[in-house]
T-cell receptor
Framework: DVKVTQSSRYLVKRTGEKVFLECVQDMDHENMFWYRQDPGLGLRLIYFSYDVKMKEKGDIPEGYSVSREKKERFSLILESASTNQTSMYLC???????????FGPGTRLTVT | AQSVTQLGSHVSVSEGALVLLRCNYSSSVPPYLFWYVQYPNQGLQLLLKYTTGATLVKGINGFEAEFKKSETSFHLTKPSAHMSDAAEYFCAVSDWDSNYQLIWGAGTKLIIKP
């Protein structure tokens, strides 16, 4: 079974802090994704990565950056957290030969 | 651009009744289609998928979905609802137009009445 883990289930940070969300997958998947999920807005893609050291902007990249130094790990960085980044953050991975994505349990981030 | 519409942000059914969650997409070519389920405070779990072949697809937990090209639909059904089915359900589509990224519906929250 594919396993995608995220570093924290719940996180509380202050406005202006730098925040790191980490995601690790154990299936040697090439592709990894970061989404945020907000009530009524569904899932919105922040960034994705096709391979190590490669990244592509999704639909809402503003205020975020990412890092993929190793194939299994994909980090989402909030350079200076703001209250409008309070959300559920979901990481996913996908094999390069398939179309379905596998999700981690999510990190519920609150910025105060 | 590809879009996915899920009819009804909330659907309420009685325990034991038929579950029908609707999904329509806008692609002009047959896409790849998915249903995911999300239980409270959890990530998304793949319920079933259609890529090629048989248009009636069976998934986990007794759910199934049928790809109807003429109706551009991929509705999710379950003959008899169980309390444990209470969750949010997302339909997603992937095709060459989206560079095989997943395009998501807004989700439907399924409520089961005892």
């Amino acid at each position: 079974d594919v396993k995608v883990t995220q570093s924290s289930r719940y996180l509380v940070k202050r406005t202006g802090e730098k925040v790191f969300l980490e995601c690790v997958q154990d299936m040697d998947h090439e592709n990894m994704f970061w989404y945020r999920q907000d009530p009524g807005l569904g899932l919105r893609l922040i960034y994705f990565s096709y391979d190590v050291k490669m990244k592509e902007k999704g639909d809402i990249p503003e205020g975020y950056s990412v890092s993929r130094e190793k194939k299994e790990r994909f980090s989402l960085i909030l350079e200076s957290a703001s209250t409008n980044q309070t959300s559920m953050y979901l990481c996913a991975s996908r094999s390069g030969r398939a179309y379905e994505q596998y999700f981690g349990p999510g990190t519920r981030l609150t910025v105060t | 651009a590809q879009s996915v519409t899920q009819l009804g942000s909330h659907v309420s059914v009685s325990e034991g009744a038929l579950v029908l969650l609707r999904c329509n997409y806008s692609s002009s070519v047959p896409p790849y289609l998915f249903w995911y389920v999300q239980y409270p405070n959890q990530g998304l779990q793949l319920l079933l998928k259609y890529t090629t072949g048989a248009t009636l697809v069976k998934g986990i937990n007794g759910f199934e979905a049928e790809f109807k090209k003429s109706e551009t639909s991929f509705h999710l059904t379950k003959p008899s609802a169980h309390m444990s089915d209470a969750a949010e359900y997302f339909c997603a589509v992937s095709d060459w137009d989206s560079n095989y990224q997943l395009i998501w519906g807004a989700g439907t929250k399924l409520i089961i009445k005892p």
